[in-house]
């Protein structure tokens, strides 16, 4: 172990693997290929086609060149074998390089391939071609990808090895070496399989895994797998047009969180409703911006000067999904069966209430 070849080896070779499998701390340090080729790959949000057809290409030639990066670091941590000039080199290091430089040979090849014709040749511009009309070209299909990356409203998830995106028209797979794109309108996807782990990365809560299967109806286009957390399976249906199809063995659970906002819904839906006076109009919800406040907080739980609940004189600004949201994320994980008798503060006032005062809005 106190051999230069062998520490340099294994330096190497963990540096090697997460370079490839990019682990949070090198993201945190700026050591991806996006980052530090950051100004040649552009904007993502910009323009994400051209991002990912120079991105892949990048990625498959710095991941080709360490071999060479060994190669060469040995040179100076073996200097005795004389790597530095191949010719007096042991006879397996002869080999080693030779068939590094055939991988290189074979990788440029290829991304010089791709990217003749402004890129036509690459996989992804060829996938893009197919959905092309007969008058226009990959291009235009490629620009409106762009413009529908661009919007607030798609559905995005994942690691940076293996993110899924699903905008108003496209299912789209993002990895390392390629980037897999489908036509909603043509796609038929099925839960193939689930996976329950006790414990979350991020929390100390289970969490189910699901794997869903993207085959398009044409053909041409190749099928994909994705995977994202149960939890969010509810966000991805309503993105999608088609419905889910879900194999007989698979059983989808629903996350606490989401068992949570099922009941609230239903709790709300027997309170009082309030009714808006005809001079104020209702605005779109302030914590998801996407559909109008639908529920006020009006004390009716006991008496005005009774108990811990306190009157809250804010207009209806909140819809009922993120009050529901808003009301679960004061809870204790720990102990759900808390939940639906505790008492939160109004998010925006602070005046205390509990789910009898949720009253939906008419």
């Known amino acids: 172990m106190d051999s230069p070849e062998v520490t340099f080896t294994l330096a190497y070779l963990v540096f090697a693997v997460c370079f490839v499998f990019t682990p949070t701390e090198f993201h945190s340090a700026g050591l991806t ?3 530090l080729l950051s ?14 057809l120079r991105r892949t290409a990048a990625t498959l030639l710095c991941h080709s060149l360490l ?13 005795e074998k004389q790597l530095y000039s191949p010719s007096r080199a042991p006879e397996a290091w002869q080999l080693f390089l030779l068939l590094v430089v055939t991988l290189l040979t074979v990788t440029c090849s290829l991304i010089y391939y791709w990217s003749r014709d402004r890129w036509a040749r690459h996989p992804l511009a060829r996938t893009l071609a197919l959905y092309a009309l007969p008058q226009s070209d990959w291009r235009a299909v490629a620009s409106s990808v762009n413009t529908e990356f661009r919007r607030i409203d798609k559905f995005a998830t994942g690691a940076p ?5 699903v905008t108003d028209t496209w299912v ?6 390629c980037v897999y794109v489908a036509q909603q309108q043509d796609v038929h996807l099925t839960v193939t399989q689930s996976q329950q782990h006790e414990l979350s990365p991020d929390s100390n809560l289970p969490v189910q895994l699901l794997t869903i299967h993207v085959a398009s109806a044409s053909p041409a286009v190749r099928a994909f797998d ?15 047009q088609a419905p889910i199809r879900s194999a007989a063995n698979v059983v989808i659970r629903q996350s ?14 027997v309170n009082p409703a309030y009714s808006v006076p005809s001079s104020q109009e209702l605005e779109a919800c302030i914590g998801c911006m996407q559909t109008r406040a639908s529920v006020k907080l009006v004390k009716t739980c006991q008496e005005a000067a009774e108990g811990e609940c306190q009157q809250c004189y804010c207009r209806p600004m909140w819809c009922l999904t993120c009050m529901g949201k808003w009301f679960a994320s004061r809870q204790d994980p720990q102990h759900p069966d808390t939940w639906l008798a505790s008492r939160v503060p109004c998010p925006t006032c602070r005046a205390r209430f509990c789910i009898l005062d949720v009253c939906a809005v008419r």
């Open 33 to 35: 290929v996006q980052n």
């Open 39 to 52: 100004g040649w790959l552009g904007s993502e949000d910009a323009a994400f086609v051209p991002y990912h």
């Open 67 to 79: 071999p060479l990066g060994y190669y060469v670091g040995m040179c100076f941590a073996a200097s």
């Open 161 to 165: 090895g293996a993110r899924v995106i």
């Open 172 to 177: 789209m797979k993002v990895t390392t070496y």
């Open 226 to 240: 994705i995977r994202l957390n149960s939890t969010e399976y509810g966000e991805l249906c309503e993105k999608l």
């Open 256 to 269: 606490l969180g989401d068992l949570f906002l099922e009941t609230f819904a239903s709790l709300v839906a």
